[in-house]
T-cell receptor, first 111, second 114 residues
Framework: KQEVTQIPAALSVPEGENLVLNCSFT??????LQWFRQDPGKGLTSLLL?????REQTSGRLNASLDKSSGRSTLYIAASQPGDSATYLC??????????FGSGTRLQVQP | EAGVAQSPRYKIIEKRQSVAFWCNPI?????LYWYQQILGQGPKLLIQ????????DSQLPKDRFSAERLKGVDSTLKIQPAKLEDSAVYLC????????????FGSGTRLTVV
């Protein structure tokens, strides 16, 4: 059974810092890994999707990496801003069933 | 393209009452999912449809939860009778199919059972 773990559970940083969110998964046989953002009381917004054959994806200040063999992914946020405050969720797709999510990292960027 | 539509946005009911949620996926998306997200946790799959057939309902509490997807498009999720522990956000998502497909989520329905 696929299990996804995210560390840390919560993070508070001053504005302008670069930060890294971690995600690990137990079954390396994945089709893709997706990072989502969730604002309080809202649904999920897809940030980055990394196919199993890819090593990383970039979008603006966000960079996500994937190491299938070690079961790890990281989300790097450069020059953090107060508007980045949200919960970030990692989810893996094994192609057989629906996405399996981690519990998320709650990020607070202090102005 | 239009996103995944869900209604209602919020619902407050008393325990033992019934409630229903509605989802309209992105046009052409064959796969539809219902997730339950309890506060502080990641979403957990309740049921997955492929067109109008059920692919996975192994985590659906079938004694009180039911779901259907009529004509392979819209879907409803029902809880009867509700319990306090059902308080959560219910998220609907759709995709073209399993594997290598991006998922699109609706805004969710926040259910409070008192």
């Amino acid at each position: 059974k696929q299990e996804v773990t995210q560390i840390p559970a919560a993070l508070s940083v001053p504005e302008g810092e670069n930060l890294v969110l971690n995600c690990s998964f137990t079954d390396s046989a994945i089709y893709n890994l997706q990072w989502f953002r969730q604002d309080p009381g809202k649904g999920l917004t897809s940030l980055l999707l990394i196919q199993s054959s890819q090593r990383e994806q970039t979008s603006g200040r966000l960079n996500a990496s994937l190491d299938k063999s070690s079961g790890r992914s990281t989300l790097y946020i450069a020059a953090s801003q107060p508007g980045d405050s949200a919960t970030y969720l990692c989810a893996v797709d094994t192609g057989r069933r629906a996405l399996t999510f981690g519990s998320g990292t709650r990020l607070q960027v202090q102005p | 393209e239009a996103g995944v539509a869900q209604s209602p946005r919020y619902k407050i009911i008393e325990k033992r009452q019934s409630v229903a949620f509605w989802c309209n996926p992105i046009s052409g998306h064959a796969t539809l999912y219902w997730y339950q997200q309890i506060l502080g946790q990641g979403p957990k799959l309740l049921i997955q449809f492929q067109n109008n057939g059920v692919v996975d309902d192994s985590q659906l509490p079938k004694d009180r939860f039911s779901a259907e997807r009529l004509k392979g498009v819209d879907s409803t999720l029902k809880i009867q009778p509700a319990k306090l522990e059902d308080s959560a956000v219910y998220l609907c998502a759709s995709s073209l199919g399993s594997g290598n497909s991006g998922y699109t989520f609706g805004s969710g329905t926040r259910l409070t059972v008192v």
